[in-house]
């Protein structure tokens, strides 16, 4: 697990789109390094954050049918990392009302699950208000948006626009929505279940106890991605790190090379990064795939890792490990260590 959790740390912590890795600057002026904690300037403060554009608004299809005075829809899948359509549709009256969604899930922390509305006033999405279920892995969780709906009937419905996000692992969700009208009168939606997914990935060619020669021969690994989901990844990507500490040093981006290969380009070495103040590093991988990947496509990832000939003796063991995302979310995760020995 140490060897995940600093992977997906060098992973997650790369700089956020428009930023460049490492571009802060420590109050002396020295570029601070990735990882570490740059002092602030005296007498200086943060730029205020840029207001965020107006976010297009959603159009959903009202749910259910006309006998029903509150009607609830979501996609048949949740692709993790991705935003799926949901949306609650009202044939009564409502007042100063207020809409409920119980969850329940199977397979992940309901905790890991980010449920939005588009609020037609702002033209931004918000979250909603919730009520999270108790211990440490909670299935059950309650959220709750307020509504006002005083022409809504059966020929005039309203319909509010939700978004769901799972962050975690695949299972299944289930949803019961209701809704308190603010005239003394609650009704229920009948329940509906979704299942959440992600692209399928496999790692052949690397084997538990796999051992590399300082000054020896490559491994190779190759990592799989084909889109089982029912919806386009888009910014697929791949991560490679490694980690590796002896009695006095530690492996650095000299010590180690990787290289991937791309059909038409052969064999490339990818730079590591080095990861700061932990002494990992890591490399963000050649894109394979040039459009987001469509349901059914597959992208491969072919790589060959070495240990360089004057990577430290004290350092016998690296732990290291590929991740692949879409975008800033990482949706699958593999340690593969091993251990260093000899040298010519």
């Given at each position: 697990?140490?060897?995940?959790?600093?992977?997906?740390?060098?992973?997650?912590?790369?700089?956020?789109?428009?930023?460049?890795?490492?571009?802060?600057?420590?109050?002396?002026?020295?570029?601070?390094?990735?990882?570490?904690?740059?002092?602030?300037?005296?007498?200086?403060?943060?730029?205020?954050?840029?207001?965020?554009?107006?976010?297009?608004?959603?159009?959903?299809?009202?749910?259910?049918?006309?006998?029903?005075?509150?009607?609830?829809?979501?996609?048949?899948?949740?692709?993790?990392?991705?935003?799926?359509?949901?949306?609650?549709?009202?044939?009564?009256?409502?007042?100063?009302?207020?809409?409920?969604?119980?969850?329940?899930?199977?397979?992940?922390?309901?905790?890991?699950?980010?449920?939005?509305?588009?609020?037609?006033?702002?033209?931004?999405?918000?979250?909603?208000?919730?009520?999270?279920?108790?211990?440490?892995?909670?299935?059950?969780?309650?959220?709750?948006?307020?509504?006002?709906?005083?022409?809504?009937?059966?020929?005039?419905?309203?319909?509010?626009?939700?978004?769901?996000?799972?962050?975690?692992?695949?299972?299944?969700?289930?949803?019961?929505?209701?809704?308190?009208?603010?005239?003394?009168?609650?009704?229920?939606?009948?329940?509906?279940?979704?299942t959440a997914t992600r692209p399928k990935v496999t790692v052949s060619g690397w084997r538990p106890g796999s051992t590399l020669?300082?000054?020896?021969?490559?491994?190779?690994?190759?990592?799989?991605?084909?889109?089982?989901?029912?919806?386009?990844?888009?910014?697929?990507?791949?991560?490679?790190?490694?980690?590796?500490?002896?009695?006095?040093?530690?492996?650095?981006?000299?010590?180690?090379?990787?290289?991937?290969?791309r059909p038409g380009h052969g064999w490339e070495r990818v730079a590591l990064v080095a990861g700061g103040c932990d002494p990992?590093?890591?490399?963000?991988?050649?894109?394979?795939?040039?459009?987001?990947?469509?349901?059914?496509?597959?992208?491969?990832?072919?790589?060959?890792?070495?240990?360089?000939?004057?990577?430290?003796?004290?350092?016998?063991?690296?732990?290291?490990?590929?991740?692949?995302?879409?975008?800033?979310?990482?949706?699958?995760?593999?340690?593969?260590?091993?251990?260093?020995?000899?040298?010519?």
């Amino acid at each position: 697990m140490t060897a995940l959790a600093a992977g997906l740390a060098l992973t997650v912590g790369a700089a956020a789109p428009g930023l460049a890795a490492g571009s802060a600057r420590a109050a002396d002026g020295a570029q601070a390094k990735p990882g570490c904690d740059a002092p602030a300037a005296r007498g200086t403060s943060a730029p205020a954050a840029p207001a965020l554009p107006p976010e297009a608004a959603p159009a959903p299809a009202a749910a259910g049918n006309a006998a029903q005075k509150i009607s609830y829809s979501v996609d048949s899948q949740l692709p993790i990392g991705l935003w799926s359509s949901s949306a609650v549709t009202l044939r009564t009256p409502v007042t100063n009302g207020k809409v409920r969604l119980d969850v329940s899930s199977s397979g992940f922390s309901t905790d890991s699950l980010t449920v939005q509305r588009y609020d037609t006033g702002t033209r931004r999405w918000v979250d909603l208000d919730s009520a999270p279920g108790g211990g440490s892995w909670p299935t059950r969780a309650t959220l709750t948006f307020p509504v006002s709906a005083k022409g809504a009937d059966a020929r005039h419905p309203h319909t509010v626009a939700l978004r769901l996000q799972d962050l975690d692992r695949p299972g299944t969700l289930t949803v019961a929505a209701s809704v308190e009208d603010g005239r003394g009168h609650t009704y229920r939606a009948p329940a509906r279940t979704t299942t959440a997914t992600r692209p399928k990935v496999t790692v052949s060619g690397w084997r538990p106890g796999s051992t590399l020669e300082r000054g020896g021969s490559a491994r190779a690994v190759t990592v799989t991605v084909k889109n089982t989901t029912n919806r386009a990844y888009p910014a697929l990507a791949a991560s490679y790190f490694a980690y590796g500490v002896g009695r006095n040093r530690a492996l650095e981006p000299k010590d180690l090379t990787l290289r991937q290969h791309r059909p038409g380009h052969g064999w490339e070495r990818v730079a590591l990064v080095a990861g700061g103040c932990d002494p990992g590093m890591s490399a963000t991988l050649r894109p394979v795939a040039k459009a987001p990947l469509a349901p059914g496509a597959t992208a491969v990832y072919r790589l060959k890792v070495a240990v360089a000939r004057t990577a430290p003796r004290d350092v016998a063991r690296a732990d290291a490990g590929v991740t692949v995302s879409n975008g800033d979310m990482s949706f699958f995760s593999k340690d593969l260590p091993f251990t260093i020995r000899g040298g010519k």
